[in-house]
């Protein structure tokens, strides 16, 4: 079980946590949807800290072991989906970069043409 004095350390970066992505969002330094997601991870925390034994047991349902084990593999599939969310965002800048350059080497061409 969580002592608690590790469950206030828990609560206390939960608190960090969310408050730190609220003004990440009110900057637009973080996308919604992605703040949907740490959204998401906070809730579980929570109910980790809140109710282990609920959780503990749903993990014994799904087949862990320990719930620690089911925390890890919640969070590397979240860090995976970001990742890939992240490359398809690069892959259509790239796409667009790359459409902004042919577009502006035609107006150049077009200037260079009337003078």
Do not use: D
Request: charged share 15%.
């Amino acid at each position: 079980m969580i002592s608690k004095n590790l469950s206030f350390i828990i609560i206390v970066f939960i608190l960090f946590l969310f408050f730190l992505i609220v003004y990440l969002l009110k900057k637009r330094k973080l996308s919604t949807k992605y703040a949907l997601v740490w959204f998401l991870a906070i809730i579980l925390m929570l109910l980790c800290v809140l109710l282990p034994n609920v959780m503990y047991q749903f993990a014994k349902f799904i087949g862990f072991e320990l719930l620690s084990n089911m925390l890890l593999c919640f969070f590397i599939a979240i860090l995976i989906f970001i990742t890939l969310a992240l490359t398809v965002m690069v892959s259509n800048n790239k796409k667009k970069i790359t459409l902004l350059i042919q577009e502006i080497s035609i107006m150049k061409k077009e200037m260079e043409n009337k003078k």
